[in-house]
């Protein structure tokens, strides 16, 4: 009885040690986000409503209106960017007060709720509200909820200055 030795494949053994962990990280954030599409940093959707808010004026802007295509396609661009989040702060009616009035922003409505495709949990919302000036906008905020009533916490976005230039297009009224 001549036995040899077993001997282990440690190349192996840290190939399939890899894939377990790998899957594992896959599985935990498909589940704390309810997206398995969450590693795509994509965003395609179409509002049906953007309400641009600048200095006291308000545009309403819906499909076939000035300027909703190209806010629509800012959105879409600057949501497939999405830096982190901040689970910090939210957005107070003092302060959704203060933005509408006083401020620039603009409050984006789906006709469904949608997915960001991103490794946070942030819900799925149906409407957004983007600050573009003050506080909020220098962290480059984005508040999500459900008609309009938003959650604590927000998105950071890598830049929002898509989402400027096409609302400096915006003719808005007093």
């Known amino acids: 009885m001549n036995q040899e030795p077993v001997r282990a494949d440690v190349k192996q053994l840290l190939i399939v040690l890899g894939v377990f ?11 704390a986000n309810e997206d398995p599409l969450w590693f ?3 965003f395609n959707e179409t509002p049906t409503r953007i309400l641009v808010y600048r200095n006291g004026c308000r545009a309403d ?7 909703f295509a190209e806010l629509t396609a800012a959105l879409n661009q600057t949501l497939s960017q ?4 901040e689970q910090g702060f939210g957005l107070s ?32 919302p149906d409407s957004l509200f983007i600050p573009l000036s003050g506080y909020y906008a220098e962290s480059r905020a ?20 898509p989402i400027q230039r096409a609302v400096e297009a915006v003719r808005c009224v007093r």
């Open 21 to 31: 962990l790998i899957a594992v990280v896959f599985c935990v954030t498909l589940f």
């Open 40 to 42: 795509l940093p994509y």
């Open 61 to 67: 802007l819906t499909p076939g209106t000035a300027g």
């Open 82 to 85: 999405v830096d982190g989040y």
């Open 93 to 124: 009616p003092d302060s959704f007060k203060q933005f509408t009035e006083k401020e620039q922003a603009i409050q984006v409505f789906y006709p469904k709720r949608v997915t960001i495709h991103i490794a946070f949990r942030f819900g799925h």
């Open 142 to 161: 984005v508040f999500g909820g459900i008609a309009g009533d938003y959650w604590a916490g927000a998105l950071r976005l890598k830049t929002i200055a």
